[in-house]
Each structure stands twice: as C-alpha cells, then as structure tokens.
C-alpha cells in the first residue's frame, strides 16, 4: 500500500488525469514535449510502453551530498570541504516567501496536480504543435525533483551525469514513472522539501541554504520576499541570471517572479511592487571550499587528513568507495591538531623562514605515548600559485599521503644506529678508534648477504682534529662520522634496519631501508612525521604509536547522524626502557654541550640531533621532551640548492647547519607548544665522560670544534660519497669546520679513491654531516 501523502490525497478526477498524462507522455505527444518527434527517434509509442513497465519499481534517491567540516583538537573550524556546498535544512527552516516563490515561478498548480500537469501537457503540446519545435516544457516540480536526484547520483562523472540529462524518451519516462512513486510516498510538503535543498542555484551552492549563504550571508529561514524572489528565479538559469555577474538581469528576473506570485495570490500586488523597487541587497560570501581556506595556516594538515580518509580501509574498503563517502559528505572530522601547538609552528617557521626564500622549511610535532599528530607546517603557503611561492606538496609526509618522498636525513640518523647496538649489549661507554679516515670495514654483517668493501672506500671524519678513541656519548656529542661506520661493522647491519622497521623509518617512497652502511650518515630520504614519530618512541620509552591525524568522524545522512570508525594508534615495544633511556641521556648531551646547544630548551629536559647532507642541501633538527616530538626540515624541494652564501628569513649564512636554522626553528615551535603545559623529565641515566686525553686537546675550540654547529661532509653529486670525498661523483667535498675558531671553510679535498659497488644508493642521497 501507498504512504498517505502529507500533502494531502487526489480527487478521483485527479488520478484520472494523471493516468491520462502518462498514457499521452509514454506515447507520441512526450516526444513533443520536450524531444523531436517520435518518428525520429525511430520508436514506437508501444515501445515506449513496454520500457515503462520494465523500470525498477523503486526510486533510487541517493542521500544528497553536503559540505564537511574538519575539526581542531579543540572543536574549532580548521576548513570545510565539498563536492556540493549544501546544508540540508527542513522545509520549517525556509522561509514561507521561498516556498511560495518556487512553486509560483516553477509549477503554480503544485498543489492541484498530480505527478503530471495534464493542462500543462496539453498546453505545451499545443504551443510547441503550433510552432512547430520545442518552446514550451511541462515539466512539473515533482519531475524536476526527480531529475535533479539523476544529476545528484550522478556525481561528478561526465558521462554519468549526460546519461542523466539526456532528452531521450527513455529517460522521459524513467522520470515520470518515479515522479508517480514520489508523490504517492512522499506528499507535496516533503517534495518541496528535497527539491529545494537538492537544486543549484549558482555559484557553486546547492540547496536553499547555501544559497541564502552564498547570496545574502543568512539563513533561509531568513529570507526577504525580494530576497526569496531573486533566489526562486535563480533555478531556471543560475548563469544567466546570476546577480554576482549581471546585476540588471538579476534584477528583471526578480521582478518576474514577484509579478507572478502576485498573479497566482502568493502575494498581493502592492507587497509585490514594493519588493520590486527594492535593491538586491547582495552580502555575497565567497565560497570556503577545500584546505585553501584552512585556519591557522593548517592547510597541509587539512589535505593530509584528506589523504588518510581516502587512503585507510577504516573508511572503505576500496579506493572507489572511500571517495565515494567522501564526496558524500556529511561528515564532520575532529582531528588532533592543537590550535596552540600548530600557532606556534607556523609562528616559528615565519620568523625563520620567509615564504619567498629559495628553500623552504617544514616542521611536525607528535605527541609521545599517542601518536597524535598535535602540528604540521611549512615555510610556503598551501596553494596552486607558483608566483605566490605557494605549493600543496606537503614535505612533512610521505609520498603517500604527502606527495613528497621525504629528505635525506643526515646525522639525525645516527641515534638509530647507537639503540640498536644498546639493544644488541653494547654499553653506553663503548669505544670504538675512531681515526680520522677509515677504510669502511669488510665484510659487515646483513641480514641477507654480507656487505663487502670492495672497492677499498675510505670515508674522513669533519676535519683531521677529529680522531680517537671516542666513547659513545662524545661521538653522539660531536657526531663522529668513522665512530658510527666502527659501530655498524660491529653489530652488523641487521640489527640497524630491524630498530628501524620496529621504529617504521622507511624511505619517503614507502620503501625499507637499503643494507648499506651509508645509512649510518642518513643517506635515505625520510619524512619529518616519520623522523618525530620515531624519535617519540625514545620519549615513550621504548615504545612506538603509529601516527594518527583524526579523532573521530560522524556523518550526517538525511536526518540521522552516526559515528564511523577511525584508524587507532598501535603502539608496539621497539627497545626497552633501559636503551631508550640512555638514548635520551646521549641526546641531551647533544643538546647541553654538542652541536644541538642552540636548540636546548631552558625550562624543561629536551634531547635531539642536528644534521645536514649533501653539500648543505639538507639541514635537520629532530628532538623531544617527554611529552612532545618534533622534526624540522630545512632544504630545498628540489634538492638543488646549496645552503652556502645564502639568506633565510633575512639572516645571512655562510654555511647552514642543524643547528642554527632547523635548531632555533624546533627550539620557539615547541616553546610555544608546550607553553603552560607540565615540565616532564627523562628517567636519569648516568653516562660516565670519557677520560680526557690531553694530545687530543678536545675541550679547545678548533677547528669546526667551537660552540656552533660542525660542517658536513658534503654531497655526492651524482654517485658519490661524502660529498666526492670518494670518487665515483661529482659532489664538492666537505665544508670542513663549524663556526668556532680555526674552522677550515670552503675547504674541499678530492682525493682520489672510488666508492664499492652498493656502498651508495644513487645520485643525491649523500651522507649526514658532522652536525
């Protein structure tokens, strides 16, 4: 049995004429209509008929598409996204005026009729019989309804969407057909309803709400007659007449559909002149659509939260239908960004880094024991204009989610490596010579077949002060090069790339790590959320969460709301507490007395690494207090810019290194982060110093040994290593000293030995600096 209609039943001479028109439209007069004639189409009205009876016999309506909305940690509005901007509303909640405008202008017998307009069929088939072509339709709101929800489904598929509107006698009568249905189930009231929140009205709003949004900047419960008329006259041709771009046409239109509500006693004469001698009173709201408009400079974290609901099977189980959920809409995403957090990145990287400089800066922090992902930012502003220094590649993530393969990482590697050998019974004082050259030690242990040096490559310390023995806590200090090869070749590779995979640091490209004992001196391209993720499972304790961008997800179908699952942080042991506790006591001492004291914090325990690559191509800070992460990056995209002679954010550098761009950078965003947050403390280790050996003089600032920074060991141009220390590339050698006293400068040695086979990964991936 049928629903009542709320709108009211049809007299018997109604139904009877409804069944009249859709004898007439399922035969030759529909052609006539709105088609050429039957004839040319070469179908007969019998099989018209018979196509009538083979449709499905209930009406598809999909849920109308609606903006969504993406939440701070807080609940405040980060952006809004959408296929179609609309916000469905009840027919209570649009105002009388409009309802009675689009049913004057669009079908004045709404009420009197059926699904089809019989007087209206018949007066356009006369019309149209007379003229001989197509000039009048009589198409009434139910059919139009029912069109627009063939374009909703439709989507944004170009092919779908002609199927859709095609002026075939098949479609005619798929339409009436389902017209019958709706108003049979649904009633007048309800079709006005779903019609006036699924019609677009131009610029780019669908729905009377966003219209009345987009047009007047109030809701549609709020509406002014002359306001109402201008929107109804709208729907027939929202190009043609929209007052946006045509002020005087808008306005003539307007006044037809006053005229004719005053016709039709929708409203009297005089309230119709009257409204006609009214401006438009346009307070026109530019469309927010897409992380362009994101607050708080969070538009990277925007399209990476984008990026995770259309990548992660919580929300579907194919690509297809993870994008089909998405462009439904309806949804309304809290994530974790800290409002607090991501102000004071993006303030730091602004005060470090201006947006026209020739690199660029990004910075992530994570909280520790969660995964959360509390800020993500970058020195170029999100955004499709290269003039503007604009781009939407986010070089915090990965390519995955971020379009970016992530940056060689340098010295911030080398903690890596000393947790795997804490992990494999090396203790915090071990010792290794340390020469100032080495012949990298042959064959190293994989976890496949062994690495062999057969090539007889050598790499160099910073410059030739630098020479052993050191214990670890000074290595990690100084960030000797040699001590960290000794200490691959001692616990073998294996155990380096297994840490790693327990810590998942894989290569921006998704791929693991190489067996190569270059990794050591952070020749792979890693992601700055990958590097803060990991260096939070020394703040955790050993333990690591995977990193999560979103809280929870409702949808809102119609008038029913419901929560959808969310990917969860799996936190899992990577190293006991003991190892990730003397990691942290090695890396405050980076931070108090190495090449990281620029970026220590005063008011609370910090540990970190500094690190560059690559003729200064790459410069690195990543560091953590107990209870926040966080990685910084400075570079530039293209990986060819040296950071020699250069000037970011008004400061001019001879040389850049991790702690004097990247280190201030980490040292203000997470001051401000963390500001009026508990001051935690790292569990205290002690690491005995090493006993001073006078002939090494170490304590003396020397060269590259001063309280600055310690210069890289270069690129690898196009295959080398070291920075063409090692022939077999075209890089430049080391930048030899820091900033202390006695530093060697643009000191570029090139002696001539070549790389083994497998010793490098490829063009540009050269290994981490002294810092």
């Known amino acids: 049995m049928p629903k009542k209609r709320s709108g009211g039943g049809l007299s018997p001479a109604q139904q009877a004429a409804k069944f009249l028109g859709v004898s007439v439209l399922a035969g030759a007069v529909m052609a006539g209509i709105a088609l050429p004639a039957v004839g040319a189409l070469g179908l007969a009205a019998k099989g018209s008929v018979e196509s009538f009876d083979e449709l499905p016999a209930n009406l598809k309506t999909p849920p109308l598409s609606q903006r969504t909305t993406i939440l701070d940690a807080d609940g405040g509005q980060i952006a809004t996204v959408y296929s179609r901007d609309r916000t469905v509303v009840d027919l209570k909640d649009i105002s009388p005026y409009l309802q009675k405008a689009i049913v004057a202008i669009e079908d004045s017998r709404f009420y009197e009729h059926g699904a089809i307009d019989l007087k209206g069929v018949l007066r356009a088939l006369n019309k149209n019989a007379r003229s001989g072509e197509v000039s009048e339709g009589a198409s009434t709101l139910t059919q139009q309804y029912v069109k627009n929800v063939f374009v909703e489904e439709a989507g944004d598929d170009p092919t779908k969407v002609a199927q859709a509107t095609q002026q075939t006698i098949g479609r005619k009568i798929a339409e009436l057909k389902y017209a019958i249905q709706v108003e049979e189930e649904l009633g007048k009231k309800k079709i006005l309803e779903n019609y006036l929140n699924i019609t677009f009205f131009g610029q780019q709003a669908y729905g009377v709400e966003a219209a009345s949004q987009r047009y007047f900047s109030k809701h549609a419960k709020d509406l002014a007659l002359q306001e109402a008329a201008l929107l109804a006259g709208l729907v027939q041709s929202p190009s043609r007449y929209d007052p946006v771009n045509d002020e005087a046409e808008a306005t003539k239109r307007r006044n037809v559909v006053l005229q004719r509500m005053a016709q039709v006693g929708a409203v009297s004469q005089a309230e119709a002149d009257k409204a006609a001698q009214a401006p ?10 897409g992380c362009i408009t994101a607050v708080n400079d969070a538009g990277f974290f925007c399209d990476y939260v984008r990026n995770v609901f259309l990548n992660d099977p919580v929300f579907g189980k194919t ?3 993870r994008v089909k959920v998405w462009n439904q809409g309806g949804l309304t995403i809290r994530t974790t960004l800290d409002p607090q957090a991501q102000g004071s990145v993006q303030q730091s990287l602004k005060d470090h880094v201006n947006e026209s400089d020739e690199v660029a800066a990004a910075a992530t922090l994570v909280e520790p024991g969660t995964g959360k992902i509390v800020a993500m930012g970058q020195s170029k502003p999100y955004g499709t204009n290269a003039k503007q220094h604009e781009t939407v590649i986010n070089y915090s993530a990965d390519q995955k989610l971020g379009t970016s393969n992530g940056f060689p990482t340098g010295s911030t590697f080398k903690p890596f490596v000393a947790a795997a050998a804490l992990e494999e019974g090396r203790p915090a004082t071990q010792e290794y010579p340390s020469p100032y050259e080495l012949t990298v030690p042959s064959p190293i242990q994989t976890c496949g077949k062994p690495y062999t040096n057969e090539d007889g490559a050598k790499i160099p310390n910073e410059n030739e002060s630098e020479k052993g023995p050191y214990q670890l806590k000074e290595a990690m200090a100084l960030s000797v090069n040699t001590y960290f090869i000794e200490m691959v070749a001692d616990i073998g590779l294996c155990p380096v790339t297994k840490m790693t995979e327990k810590l998942h640091v894989r290569q921006g490209s998704g791929k693991e790590l190489p067996q190569v004992p270059s990794i050591a001196l952070g020749t792979e391209s890693v992601s700055p959320l990958t590097m803060a993720s990991a260096y939070a499972a ?10 999560i961008a979103i809280e929870a997800v409702t949808q809102q179908v ?3 709301k419901k929560s959808l699952e969310v990917p969860k942080s799996t936190c899992s042991r990577a190293m006991s507490e003991g190892t990730a506790d003397t990691v942290n006591a090695l890396l405050e001492g980076v931070v108090d007395s190495g090449t990281g004291k620029q970026a220590g914090l005063s008011d609370r325990d910090s540990a970190g690494k500094t690190g560059t690559t690559d003729e200064r191509r790459n410069a690195w ?3 953590y207090t107990p209870n926040l992460s966080g990685a910084v990056w400075v570079g530039s995209a293209t990986q060819q810019v040296k950071m020699r002679n250069i000037t970011i954010g008004g400061v001019y550098h001879d040389l ?7 280190g201030p950078i980490w040292k203000d965003a ?3 982060a963390l500001e009026g947050k508990e001051a935690e403390s790292f569990v205290d280790v002690h690491i005995p110093d090493p006993v001073e050996k006078n002939e090494d003089d170490r304590d003396k600032p020397g060269p590259g040994n001063g309280d600055g920074d310690n210069g890289d060991n270069g690129g690898n141009g196009d295959g080398g290593f070291i920075g063409g220390l090692i022939s077999g590339g ?4 080391g930048d030899g000293g820091g900033n202390g006293s006695g530093g060697t400068g643009d000191n570029e040695p090139n002696p001539g030995f070549s790389a083994p086979e497998g010793f490098i990964r490829g063009a540009g991936t050269g290994p981490g600096g002294r810092d």
């Open 656 to 662: 850049v290194y991790g702690s004097d761009t990247p």
């Open 670 to 672: 997470m001051t401000g």
């Open 730 to 733: 075209n890089g430049n050698g």
């Open 280 to 289: 438009l009173g346009l307070k026109v709201s530019k469309p927010k659509n």
């Open 319 to 321: 690509k297809e239908d």
């Open 538 to 547: 020394f703040a955790n304790r050993g333990m690591y969460c995977t990193p």
């Open 621 to 623: 800070f990543v560091g």
């Open 558 to 560: 119609g008038k029913t």
